[in-house]
């Protein structure tokens, strides 16, 4: 009878799904992944908060552009537009408003009675408007002071005139009375609240006047040599106003219409593109900061992950499963792993981006529109490229390892070059970080900076650990526990400096949160400091200058007073100057209006030579921004013309200048020799604490022909927005704060088992507690300590770089960083050690084997 037949098993199919879900899900349970996921969501979390609030900025610009500039389109001009630019517009079925603005005095006409004495005048920045302005968006008035504001309706009726509050102040005048502008008397009917389009011009911060375009021929302001920007607002269908200033521009070029411009949101409004540029750069740079810190923990947390899960990989060998379907089961759990640590992180990122807003809300006085998918989209690539790139070779290593590996247990991963891998990834973050930072500069800068740092870290760390421990290896002969302490660093060479480096990382950011970052904050808002110039006079006569001087000094103001020359730049060296031959549009403008130059003989007050040497003999000295806008170098000839005479200095020296301290500062100083006999005005800057403002009315009294320019609330609008943006600074330094903490935790914990391994087999061979404890205690503070020395040194150079390079003012350094950072280092890694090996020391030796094993 023939045997039976016994069937065969089916084959065992592999699904790499599955298993990834039940690794996925054991690992959890574990805690294997949690910290490796927390670096994950806060890297994605700090990339997508800044990226939201950008975005949303970015969209509200382009919405509200148009507001910021009156117009679908904005033509500006030094005199009036030819007939031919109005006439296309209104052949092109578009609407057509004209405003023309320029400073003049307005003189007080109080109502009730004959005027008597000398009426209080103050100049203002005039606007004379058509009807329709502005073709978009709305002014807003108030009634009264302090009222209630609403939209304008038209504009000022005839005879009537819009003012800031601030001219009423200055005039002492109320609601309903006059001023007089030239040859014409309006009354004041309403005060102006807003007024989006009005520009960031010198004169644009005297108090603004608004009347009707139809009575400025009345007034007799305008004429020869006045000081008079025309501009044409031109608003219709999207198509229409595009082709409108696209042949508008062609118009320009084609006529070399001097003086003439199609203005856009960065000329017409700068000053508010630049505050929130800046902004948004500095919360960029602190955003790509945290992420950087958080690759650092995801890379200490994915090697643990390799070291912890060696044993799991052989026996998978064994049980006949490839390195490929090895790969791949862990490829599917990390990549679970980054979607879903993204998606929470681009979540916290999109809440996290609401503080960023309430930090920023005085300067962003606009409701801004949802952000787009982008922010999301970026969040989610950081996600799986910080994945890819800093847990992936580690994976590979992983998957290499031998299935000998189960029986014997010294068997380790092969040592895998894992470079390519490296590069690779890194490669890609730093790409996702340029995109992340919308800035290349910043981005290559910060991302090349971290590396170099890293790599010096290394280097150092290497080089003190081999000397430390070398240099106390004949004095630690007699003390066992330091001795072995001192071997174990030299065996494991190599991990003790990955795990130095990261410490030191992670303690360098910390250092700049809680020591460094104060010191830059300070220097920041003392850049424009509390007792900056509040004060400008200008149009000083020779014959005043010293009368005006008597007068300042008289109420302890001290502060020089310097002449201005007006000169139009028409040679730099043998090139004559024209604006066809430059195409930058600020080069274009600077070189079609004239210059304020001036002369003295001592270099003023914030201004530093940078290249050269002053000479105010022979020598011109000019500002380093306009020299490489208008490509001046030292040893050009430059040639002025001042009202028809020729004044000629070669380039001796170009200034640093400090713009945010307010003071008088000048592009171009000429030697004193060939500018004394040139027709000049005086003009000083100077601080008036408020219970002496009423210098200012005594000086226009006295001398009624200079110009008093109050600039407090230019100085508290400057402070106003530092503040706000430094407070949304420091909100985002949580993430860092947060980075750095969890990259400290993941250096301490990436040694923790091969410590307990050395501790168990010190127990084995007869060793006591008090010895193995002195053991670890002494590798902890010999780790912490260089680590604390290099993040003091890190900390130091990113700071003073930071001041350099991004902020642009002195770096104080603060000796305590030093000694604090050692101790730091040393306490971390003590507490660290404590925390993880205090159980150790509780059980048998036997029992922390097998644990760790």
Same mark, same amino acid.
């Given at each position: 009878?023939?045997?039976?037949?016994v069937? %065969?098993?089916?084959?065992?199919?592999?699904?790499?799904?599955?298993q990834?879900?039940?690794?996925?899900?054991?690992d959890?349970?574990?805690?294997?992944? /949690?910290?490796?996921?927390f670096?994950?969501?806060?890297?994605?979390?700090?990339?997508s908060s800044?990226?939201?609030?950008a975005?949303?900025?970015?969209?509200?610009l382009e919405?509200?552009?148009?507001?910021?500039?009156?117009?679908?389109?904005?033509?500006s001009a030094?005199?009036?537009?030819?007939?031919?630019?109005?006439?296309r517009?209104?052949?092109d079925?578009?609407?057509?408003?004209? /405003?023309?603005?320029f400073p003049?005095?307005?003189?007080?006409?109080p109502?009730?009675?004959?005027?008597?004495?000398?009426?209080?005048?103050?100049?203002?920045?005039?606007?004379?408007v058509?009807?329709?302005?502005?073709?978009?968006g709305?002014?807003?008035?108030?009634?009264?002071?302090?009222?209630?504001?609403? @939209?304008?309706?038209?504009?000022?009726?005839?005879?009537?005139?819009?003012?800031?509050?601030?001219?009423?102040?200055?005039?002492n005048?109320?609601?309903?009375?006059s001023?007089? $502008?030239g040859? *014409?008397?309006?009354?004041i009917?309403?005060?102006?609240?807003?007024?989006?389009?009005?520009g960031?011009?010198?004169?644009?911060?005297?108090?603004?006047?608004?009347?009707?375009?139809?009575?400025?021929d009345?007034?007799? !302001?305008?004429?020869?040599?006045?000081?008079? =920007?025309?501009r044409?607002?031109?608003?219709?269908p999207? @198509?229409?106003?595009?082709?409108? #200033?696209?042949?508008?521009?062609?118009?320009i070029?084609?006529?070399?219409?001097?003086?003439?411009r199609?203005?856009?949101?960065?000329?017409?409004?700068?000053q508010?593109r630049?505050?929130?540029?800046?902004?948004?750069?500095?919360?960029?740079?602190? %955003?790509?900061?945290?992420?950087m810190?958080?690759a650092v923990?995801?890379? +200490?947390s994915?090697?643990?992950?390799?070291?912890?899960?060696?044993?799991?990989c052989?026996?998978y060998?064994?049980?006949?499963? *490839? #390195?490929?379907q090895i790969l791949?089961?862990f490829g599917?759990?990390?990549v679970?792993?980054?979607?879903?640590?993204?998606?929470?992180?681009?979540?916290?990122?999109?809440?996290?981006?609401?503080?960023?807003l309430?930090?920023l809300?005085g300067?962003?006085?606009?409701?801004?529109?949802?952000p787009?998918?982008?922010?999301?989209?970026?969040g989610?690539?950081a996600?799986?490229? $910080?994945?890819? &790139?800093?847990?992936?070779?580690?994976?590979?290593?992983l998957?290499?390892v031998?299935?000998?590996?189960?029986l014997?247990?010294?068997?380790?991963?092969?040592?895998?070059?894992a470079?390519?891998?490296?590069?690779?990834?890194?490669a890609?973050f730093?790409?996702?970080?340029?995109?992340?930072?919308?800035?290349?500069k910043?981005?290559?800068?910060?991302?090349?900076?971290?590396?170099?740092? &890293?790599?010096?870290?290394?280097?150092?760390?290497?080089? $003190?650990?081999?000397?430390?421990?070398?240099?106390?290896?004949?004095?630690?002969?007699?003390?066992?526990?330091w001795?072995? %302490?001192?071997?174990?660093?030299?065996? #494991?060479?190599?991990v003790?400096?990955?795990?130095?480096?990261?410490?030191?990382?992670?303690?360098?950011?910390?250092?700049?949160?809680? +020591?460094?970052?104060?010191?830059?904050?300070d *220097?920041?808002?003392?850049?424009?400091?509390a007792?900056?110039?509040?004060?400008?006079?200008?149009n000083?006569?020779?014959?005043?200058?010293?009368?005006?001087?008597?007068?300042?000094?008289?109420?302890?103001? /001290?502060?020089?007073?310097?002449?201005?020359?007006?000169?139009?730049l028409?040679?730099? &060296?043998?090139?004559a100057?024209?604006?066809?031959?430059?195409?930058?549009?600020?080069?274009?403008?600077?070189?079609?209006r004239?210059?304020?130059?001036?002369?003295?003989?001592?270099?003023p007050?914030?201004?530093?030579?940078?290249?050269?040497?002053?000479?105010?003999?022979? &020598?011109?000295s000019?500002?380093?921004?306009i020299?490489?806008?208008?490509?001046?170098?030292?040893?050009?000839?430059?040639?002025?013309?001042?009202?028809?005479?020729?004044?000629?200095?070669?380039? =001796?020296?170009?200034?640093?200048l400090?713009?945010? *301290?307010?003071?008088v500062n000048?592009?171009?100083?000429?030697?004193?020799?060939?500018?004394?006999e +040139?027709?000049?005005?005086?003009?000083?800057?100077?601080?008036?604490?408020?219970?002496?403002?009423?210098?200012?009315n005594?000086? =226009?009294a006295?001398?009624?022909?200079?110009?008093?320019v109050n600039?407090?609330?230019?100085?508290?609008?400057?402070?106003?927005?530092?503040?706000?943006?430094?407070?949304?600074?420091e909100?985002?330094?949580v993430?860092?704060?947060?980075?750095?903490? =969890?990259?400290?935790?993941?250096?301490?914990?990436?040694? #923790?088992?091969?410590?307990?391994?050395d501790?168990?087999?010190?127990?084995?061979?007869?060793?006591?507690?008090?010895?193995?404890?002195?053991?670890?205690?002494?590798?902890?503070?010999v780790?912490?300590? !260089?680590?604390?020395?290099?993040?003091?040194?890190?900390?130091?150079?990113?700071?003073?770089?930071?001041?350099?390079?991004?902020?642009d003012?002195?770096?104080?350094?603060?000796?305590?960083i030093?000694?604090?950072?050692?101790?730091?280092?040393?306490?971390?890694?003590?507490?660290?050690?404590? $925390?993880?090996?205090?159980?150790?020391?509780?059980?048998?030796?036997?029992?922390?084997?097998?644990?760790?094993?």
């Amino acid at each position: 009878m023939p045997a039976e037949t016994v069937p %065969a098993d089916p084959p065992v199919r592999f699904s790499a799904w599955r298993q990834a879900l039940r690794m996925a899900r054991r690992d959890w349970l574990a805690g294997e992944l /949690t910290l490796l996921l927390f670096a994950l969501v806060l890297a994605v979390a700090a990339l997508s908060s800044v990226g939201f609030l950008a975005d949303r900025m970015r969209l509200g610009l382009e919405r509200d552009a148009r507001q910021m500039i009156g117009a679908d389109v904005r033509l500006s001009a030094d005199q009036p537009f030819e007939p031919a630019f109005l006439d296309r517009a209104k052949r092109d079925g578009l609407q057509v408003a004209q /405003t023309v603005t320029f400073p003049s005095m307005a003189t007080a006409r109080p109502a009730g009675g004959p005027q008597t004495g000398e009426a209080a005048s103050q100049l203002a920045a005039l606007k004379a408007v058509s009807d329709g302005y502005p073709l978009r968006g709305s002014l807003k008035v108030a009634q009264v002071p302090g009222g209630a504001e609403m @939209a304008a309706e038209g504009i000022p009726a005839p005879g009537t005139a819009w003012v800031d509050e601030s001219l009423l102040v200055a005039l002492n005048l109320r609601m309903g009375d006059s001023i007089q $502008l030239g040859s *014409s008397t309006f009354r004041i009917e309403r005060l102006i609240t807003q007024e989006l389009d009005r520009g960031a011009g010198f004169m644009n911060f005297a108090p603004r006047v608004i009347f009707p375009m139809a009575e400025l021929d009345a007034t007799k !302001l305008i004429g020869w040599g006045s000081r008079v =920007t025309y501009r044409l607002l031109v608003a219709g269908p999207d @198509a229409a106003g595009d082709a409108y #200033r696209k042949w508008a521009g062609q118009e320009i070029e084609q006529k070399h219409l001097r003086n003439t411009r199609v203005e856009s949101l960065e000329s017409g409004q700068p000053q508010m593109r630049a505050t929130l540029d800046r902004a948004e750069r500095f919360l960029s740079l602190v %955003a790509v900061l945290s992420a950087m810190i958080a690759a650092v923990a995801i890379a +200490m947390s994915a090697r643990r992950y390799m070291q912890r899960h060696t044993d799991a990989c052989a026996v998978y060998k064994c049980m006949g499963l *490839s #390195r490929r379907q090895i790969l791949t089961a862990f490829g599917i759990e990390f990549v679970l792993l980054g979607l879903g640590g993204a998606v929470v992180g681009v979540a916290i990122g999109y809440a996290a981006h609401y503080g960023l807003l309430k930090s920023l809300g005085g300067v962003l006085q606009v409701s801004l529109p949802h952000p787009s998918l982008l922010p999301a989209l970026v969040g989610v690539a950081a996600g799986l490229v $910080l994945l890819a &790139g800093f847990a992936l070779p580690p994976l590979l290593a992983l998957t290499r390892v031998a299935p000998l590996r189960v029986l014997r247990r010294d068997i380790g991963p092969p040592p895998v070059s894992a470079w390519i891998a490296y590069a690779l990834g890194l490669a890609a973050f730093v790409a996702l970080l340029l995109v992340a930072a919308r800035d290349v500069k910043l981005g290559i800068t910060t991302a090349g900076g971290f590396v170099g740092a &890293g790599a010096v870290f290394a280097v150092l760390a290497l080089g $003190l650990l081999l000397a430390f421990s070398r240099g106390m290896r004949g004095r630690a002969r007699g003390n066992v526990g330091w001795r072995f %302490a001192l071997a174990v660093l030299e065996r #494991r060479r190599g991990v003790t400096v990955l795990q130095t480096v990261a410490l030191a990382v992670g303690l360098m950011a910390l250092l700049l949160l809680g +020591m460094t970052r104060n010191d830059l904050i300070d *220097s920041w808002r003392n850049a424009t400091p509390a007792d900056a110039p509040n004060r400008f006079i200008i149009n000083i006569q020779p014959d005043q200058r010293e009368p005006v001087r008597d007068m300042l000094a008289g109420s302890g103001v /001290t502060d020089l007073i310097y002449p201005m020359v007006r000169g139009r730049l028409i040679q730099i &060296g043998d090139r004559a100057v024209q604006a066809d031959t430059y195409h930058d549009d600020r080069a274009r403008r600077l070189v079609e209006r004239e210059f304020n130059l001036s002369y003295m003989d001592t270099l003023p007050e914030g201004n530093e030579v940078i290249a050269g040497k002053w000479d105010s003999a022979e &020598g011109a000295s000019v500002e380093e921004g306009i020299a490489k806008t208008l490509n001046i170098r030292l040893g050009d000839t430059l040639r002025f013309d001042v009202a028809g005479q020729t004044v000629e200095a070669p380039v =001796t020296s170009l200034r640093k200048l400090e713009w945010g *301290s307010m003071r008088v500062n000048f592009f171009v100083i000429l030697p004193t020799a060939r500018m004394q006999e +040139m027709p000049a005005t005086y003009i000083t800057a100077f601080h008036l604490p408020p219970a002496q403002a009423a210098l200012g009315n005594r000086l =226009t009294a006295a001398f009624p022909n200079i110009t008093v320019v109050n600039t407090d609330l230019i100085l508290r609008q400057i402070q106003g927005v530092l503040d706000q943006v430094i407070a949304a600074v420091e909100f985002l330094f949580v993430f860092t704060l947060l980075a750095g903490v =969890t990259v400290l935790y993941a250096a301490l914990s990436g040694a #923790r088992d091969e410590r307990k391994r050395d501790a168990g087999l010190l127990k084995a061979l007869g060793a006591s507690a008090a010895m193995v404890r002195q053991t670890q205690y002494a590798e902890f503070l010999v780790v912490g300590g !260089l680590a604390g020395l290099l993040a003091s040194l890190g900390a130091v150079a990113v700071g003073w770089g930071l001041s350099q390079f991004v902020f642009d003012f002195p770096y104080r350094f603060n000796a305590w960083i030093l000694p604090v950072g050692v101790v730091s280092g040393m306490l971390c890694a003590f507490a660290g050690g404590w $925390l993880g090996l205090r159980e150790v020391l509780r059980q048998p030796a036997l029992a922390t084997l097998r644990d760790v094993n």
